[in-house]
């Protein structure tokens, strides 16, 4: 069975720090494009960070850069996302999501481009 087996997530100051990790199982995982995504309450599902390109560049949604940083360890089979600096904005839900489409820079991720997803893991930051 595929699994995707997300963990990190926690309650933390602004300006505070998490990283999160995501085990996935079940799949030849180097073969799989990657990502986050995150849902805060009444809004929709969003792209974070997604490495999902054949020259393994990353993606970063404008709200995140500078202070996410996704990596992928294909010996443990994980994900990870690394969220420094973290404001009450980036409350939600995260996802990690898996693929086996590869994309070409500058496409414009959405939820419905991975298949495979996690349970989420629930960050929350206050002021």
């Known amino acids: 069975d595929v699994q995707l087996q997300a963990s990190g997530g926690g309650l933390v100051q602004a300006g505070g720090s998490l990283r999160l990790s995501c085990v996935v199982s079940g799949v030849t995982f180097d073969d799989y494009a990657i990502g986050w995504f995150r849902q805060a309450p009444g809004k929709e599902r969003e792209a974070v960070s997604c490495i999902a390109t054949t020259d393994d560049s990353t993606y970063y949604a404008d709200s995140v850069k500078g202070r996410f940083t996704m990596s992928r360890d294909n010996a443990k089979n994980t994900m990870y996302l690394q969220m420094n600096n973290l404001k009450p904005d980036d409350t939600a839900l995260y996802y990690c999501?898996?693929?086996?489409?590869?994309?070409?820079?500058?496409?414009?991720?959405?939820?419905?481009?991975?298949?495979?997803w996690g349970q989420g893991t629930l960050v929350t930051v206050s002021s």
């Open positions: 999501a898996a693929d086996r489409t590869w994309y070409s820079e500058n496409h414009v991720y959405t939820p419905a481009d991975f298949d495979l």
